[in-house]
């Protein structure tokens, strides 16, 4: 399959995979299970999934998750530093360095079997993520 699966219909809750997807990212063991946790690799290094959005403002302030979802199998975060509840630090997307942080997603596998998974939140400025 070829990276990134790109999610185009997002409908506010969870993310909707089909069953390619879902065996691209996920062995059959986890998609059993309820969570996927990030993997540890050392004190500042985490692995997991990757995922980026565009964006879209509406007016002057509000900014909205338009209803397309950019997904990458797994990446390495490093330099991981707290911010608040989360993580920040960097992570390589298509050769490049981006700053990133820690998130969850809630996937709905073909099923119906619901997974909230670690996730790596990659900032990848619009027009590049468009041009994938």
């Not at 338009?66 to 199998?73: A, F, G, L, R």
Request: hydrophobic share 35%; with cysteine; proline share 3%.
């Amino acid at each position: 399959m070829k990276e990134p699966i790109i999610i185009d219909k997002l409908n506010g809750g969870s993310v909707v995979l089909t069953q390619e997807e879902a065996d691209y990212l996920f062995t059959a063991e986890q998609q059993q299970e309820d969570e996927i946790h990030f993997e540890q690799l050392d004190s500042w290094r985490l692995s997991g999934i990757c995922e980026s959005c565009v964006w879209d403002q509406i007016d002057g302030t509000t900014i909205k998750a338009k209803d397309t979802m950019y997904i990458w199998k797994k990446r390495t975060m490093f330099n991981a530093k707290p911010c608040g509840f989360a993580l920040d630090g960097y992570v390589s997307v298509k050769g490049k360095k981006r700053t990133c942080f820690t998130t969850s997603i809630l996937f709905e596998l073909p099923n119906g079997h619901l997974l909230d998974v670690g996730a790596i939140y990659a900032r990848i400025p619009d027009k590049e993520l468009k041009a994938l």
